[in-house]
């Protein structure tokens, strides 16, 4: 949504990125992120490699979103990811109850904010089928 892309502001410089964002609307950068969270969900179920986790009414959803792909290590997954310039987070996410009952250990974690644009999205989508080639899924 390049209507709420969001400037780069250095740590330590919050009232400035506060400004922005109350400049643009909190309403307006929410909606933002929820038009990348759908894109980057229709985009991650037309993978057929992973398993997505997320709760199947759509007004639930944030703009965080996590998968594992089929047969490889969330930490595999992210390493090569980043390679590719591509960060997620790997692990439980402090969530062991959650993952025990979905029977999951870990799982990959993206999250998407108003900085994020419709590039980011692609270039998860094309980091993933790296892994899937390396990994010869």
């Not at 996590?66 to 996410?93: E, M």
């Not at 644009?117 to 993933?128: F, G, M, R, S, V």
Request: charged share 20%; glycine share 6%; net charge neutral.
């Amino acid at each position: 949504c390049d209507f709420c892309y969001c400037p780069f502001y250095p740590c330590g410089d919050s009232s400035t990125g506060g400004q922005w964002i109350k400049g643009k609307g909190v309403w307006n950068c929410k909606e933002c992120m929820w038009v990348h969270e759908k894109e980057a969900v229709d985009c991650l179920r037309k993978l057929d490699f992973l398993d997505i986790y997320m709760t199947k009414n759509s007004n639930n959803h944030s703009s965080v979103i996590s998968f594992n792909i089929k047969g490889v290590h969330p930490h595999d997954v992210a390493s090569i990811l980043d390679t590719f310039g591509v960060c997620i987070r790997s692990g439980n996410h402090c969530a062991q109850p959650l993952m025990n009952y979905l029977n999951v250990p870990s799982c990959c974690r993206a999250s998407f904010s108003i900085y994020n644009t419709h590039e980011d999205i692609y270039k998860l989508i094309e980091a993933l089928k790296k892994v899937k080639e390396v990994f010869g899924i």
